[in-house]
Antibody, heavy 127, light 109 residues
Framework: QLQLQGSGPGLVQPSETLSLTCSVS??????????WGWIRQPPRKGLEWIGNIHYSGSTYYNPSLKSRVTISVDTSKNQFSLKLSSVTAADTAIYYC???????????????????WGQGTLVTVSS | SALTQPPSASGSPGQSVTISCTGA?????????VSWYQQHPGKAPKLMIYEVSKRPSGVPDRFSGSKSGNTASLTVSGLQAEDEADYHC??????????FGGGTKLTVL
């Protein structure tokens, strides 16, 4: 059974950079059939897609966060990471790492659903 | 913009309940790529429905999905106590963008 384990600081100072890593076990991150990415959930609110990455390095970001987000992959460690810069209190949320199923059609590839989720990491932005 | 879901829904054990998810012609209305996730308190979401009406292995057939125009729906039939949870819809919105709804809290009375 595929497992995703997120890790990183639970407290980040305002204006600093949030950094999280997701370790994948019982499955390879180097599969062409999937993307790997991040979803967040502010307290008592809905889910928000942050972005995802293919093992080849192709990245896709939520337009509303694109200027502050970087997602990277380390295939040798079977891990991928999230960096979110210039954080404010509005970035306080549970951050989930997840596997996105990749679909290719008409020469384009994209993802439209997630089939495995990590347990979530609560990140609080506060001084 | 996020998809629109009712904040709450409820039903008695054995009854059916339907949760709606309204988007636009550029997302829900444009693609048959709506998915639904169940989330129990303190837990990660779990995929229940993908591509509007398909169920992953292990999801009971009491859960079904449909779509009409810009609105997708999740129906839970034969409600059971363990179905009490938050339900989130999601839709592909083109250009590798994914939208979510605000979530619906389902209460089993």
């Amino acid at each position: 059974q595929l497992q995703l384990q997120g890790s990183g600081p639970g407290l980040v100072q305002p204006s600093e950079t949030l950094s999280l890593t997701c370790s994948v076990s019982s499955g390879s991150i180097s599969s062409s059939s999937y993307y790997w990415g991040w979803i967040r959930q502010p307290p008592r609110k809905g889910l928000e897609w942050i972005g995802n990455i293919h093992y080849s390095g192709s990245t896709y970001y939520n337009p509303s966060l694109k200027s502050r987000v970087t997602i990277s992959v380390d295939t040798s460690k079977n891990q991928f990471s999230l960096k979110l810069s210039s954080v404010t209190a509005a970035d306080t949320a549970i951050y989930y790492c997840a596997r996105f199923v990749r679909t290719c059609s008409g020469g384009s590839c994209y993802s439209h659903y997630l089939d495995y989720w990590g347990q979530g990491t609560l990140v609080t932005v506060s001084s | 913009s996020a998809l629109t879901q009712p904040p709450s829904a409820s039903g008695s054990p054995g009854q059916s309940v339907t949760i709606s998810c309204t988007g636009a012609g550029s997302d829900v209305g444009a693609y048959n790529y709506v998915s639904w996730y169940q989330q129990h308190p303190g837990k990660a979401p779990k995929l229940m429905i993908y591509e509007v009406s398909k169920r992953p292995s292990g999801v009971p057939d009491r859960f079904s999905g449909s779509k009409s125009g810009n609105t997708a729906s999740l129906t839970v039939s034969g409600l059971q106590a363990e179905d009490e949870a938050d339900y989130h819809c999601s839709s592909y919105a083109g250009s590798n963008n994914l939208l979510f709804g605000g979530g619906t809290k389902l209460t089993v009375l």
